[in-house]
C-alpha cells in the first residue's frame, strides 16, 4: 500500500514536469481540458480526505490497543480478573471497529465510479503539444483510478471499489496493463472472498493477535470458577489468587500473546503514520496542481485583457 501511494505521487509529480518541458501555454488549452483536469483533480482531494479520516479513525482505535496492553502486561504483577474482564471488552469494541468505516471514506467507490465513468483520451485538434498533454493525462488518471482502487479496497476488505477499465488499444503499454489490472484485481476479489476482513497485512496481523488474546482472557472465567467451587474449608479469597491459581506455562503463553499484540500493534501504528503521511503529500501534490493552473489562467486572462485594451488605443 506503501508503494501505491508514492508510485501515484511520482506519477502526478511527472505531469508538472511535462507540463515545463512542454511549454504548452495555459492560454492555448481548450476550455475542455481545464473543465476536465478541475473535475478530475476535485475527486482526487475527496479521495485524499476520505482516506485520511479513515486512517484517522484506525489512528485513534490504537487508543483502545494501548490500554489493553497496559492492563494485560504480566510482567510484572499478574492483573486481576476485573482488569482482564474490562480489558477483554476493549478487546471486542476494537474488534467491532475493525469492521466500522469513516462516513467519508464509504462514499469513495462512488468517487472511482464517477472518475471512471469520464475516463476519455479528449479530442485535440491542430496540436501536436496538446496530443501529448491528453495521452498523458489518459494514462494519469487511468493509473490513478487504478491505484486509488486497490488501495480503497485493501482498507475496506470489500470489492466493491475494484473497477475492471478497459484502455484503447491505440495506447502501446494498453495490453500489459489490462493484464496486470486483471490478475491484481482477481486476487484481490479472491483474498476478499476468503473471509478477510482486510488486505493490509499490519491491519490483519494486529486482529490475529487481538482475538488470541481475547480467547485467552476468556479463560479467567474458568479459572475464576474452578476457586470458587474448591474446598469451602479454605479461604479462598485470602488464600488463593488468581495469580497463584495461573501456572508458569500459562504465564508465559500469557505474556507471548501480549509481547505479539505490542509489536504487532507497533507495526500497524507505523504504518499508518507513514500512509498518512503519503496521502497528504499527494493531496499536496494535486492541490499544488490546481493552484498552478489557477494562477496560469488568472495571468493567461490578465495578458489577453492587457492586449485588448491597447489594440483600442
Known sequence: ??????????????????????????????????????????????????????????????????????????????????????????????????????????????????????????????????????????????????????????LSGCSEPLIDLHVSESFLWSEVFNDLQADVNEKVRGLLSSEKVVLSKELEAVDTCAKKL??????????????RHRDDDVNHEEAMTLEKTISQEERERWQKSVSDLADSAKKLADGIDLISEQSRDFFKIVLTGRDTLLCKLRESNVTQEDRVHKSRK
Open 214 to 227: 481475547y480467547v485467552l482472557s476468556s479463560g479467567v472465567d474458568d479459572l475464576e470458577d474452578i476457586v
Open 1 to 154: 500500500m506503501r508503494d501505491a501511494m508514492e508510485s501515484l505521487s511520482e506519477t502526478h509529480n511527472s505531469i508538472k514536469i511535462l507540463l515545463n518541458d512542454l511549454e504548452f501555454p495555459v492560454s492555448e488549452w481548450d476550455e475542455n481540458w481545464i473543465n476536465m483536469y478541475f473535475d478530475d483533480s476535485l475527486k482526487l482531494l475527496d479521495i485524499c480526505i476520505a482516506l485520511s479520516s479513515e486512517l484517522s479513525r484506525l489512528d485513534q482505535s490504537q487508543l483502545l490497543l494501548k490500554y489493553v496492553l497496559y492492563v494485560m502486561d504480566c510482567s510484572g504483577k499478574f492483573p486481576s480478573s476485573k482488569q482482564i474482564k474490562r480489558a477483554r471488552a476493549y478487546l471486542h469494541d476494537w474488534m467491532q471497529q475493525l469492521h466500522s468505516r469513516s462516513p467519508k471514506f464509504e462514499n469513495c467507490p462512488a468517487i472511482l465510479q464517477g472518475l471512471a465513468t469520464t475516463l476519455c483520451l479528449a479530442k485535440v485538434k491542430n496540436s501536436a503539444k496538446g496530443k501529448v498533454l491528453m495521452r498523458a493525462f489518459y494514462a494519469v488518471k487511468v493509473e490513478t483510478i487504478f491505484v486509488c482502487s486497490v488501495i480503497v479496497a485493501a
